[in-house]
């Protein structure tokens, strides 16, 4: 799955921009990334939401276990790869019926956060349970939110494209021809939302979180820790 973001959504994250200038290499479009994905897989489909927001996603060579799927309701957007544990019981507490999946539960978590504030953010991915990454963005609100599970089995990765759009993607790859040293693996076990601009740990919404400038061996242009303890996504390849 693949989503880009432009500069009126989101920000580019400052660690990324700064990975970016201490390495310069080559970068691509946000275009002409979304352009190699969907040449990459005939079954590919994407939806450009606005002027500002473009998704993409495809089952080609999914797992069976941590499938991808895709939604939308009420103008939120949602992709999401992998599998929760205690759907069952989530689809109770939300009201939904029993054929609700996933990533149509994610948005009515999503929609909980949105029309109960203050509901604490954190609350929308600390009951999940199981092997999971998202990607929601509200086109109603212009709100952008991620996040990713704490065992990283299901990775997820963002960057910086030529044009200052930010990428997320689950496929390393993709982005690494396409950001250059402004990458990084998205930190387990953690959360990020344009509300308030951050990147939170959904276990420990307080502890703060740092971004190191990576080695010049490393693919990466940095690595993320919550309070000096490593939260890194497994690279698959």
Known sequence: MLAVFSSSIVSPPDELV????????????????MKRFLGSDASAVSMQIGDDAQIAYTHHNQSVFRPRSFAVKDEIFCLFEGALDNLGSLKQQYGLGKSANEVVLVIEAYKTLRDRAPYPPNHVVSHLDGNFAFIVFDKSTSTLFVA??????????????????????????????????????????????????????????????TAVPATEEEIWGAKYMVEGVPVLAAVTK
């Not at 970016?20 to 080559?26: A, F, I």
């Open 148 to 209: 990713a599970d704490q065992s990283g089995k299901v990775p997820l990765y963002w960057g910086i494209t030529a044009d200052g759009y930010v990428a997320i993607a689950n496929d390393s790859d993709l982005l690494k021809g396409a950001c250059g040293k402004s990458l990084a693996s998205f930190p387990q076990g953690c959360f990020f939302s344009t509300d308030n601009g951050e990147l939170r740990s959904y276990e420990n919404p307080k502890n703060k979180i």
């Open 18 to 33: 700064a990975a970016g200038s201490r390495t310069p290499s080559p970068k691509i479009t946000s275009t002409a990334l």
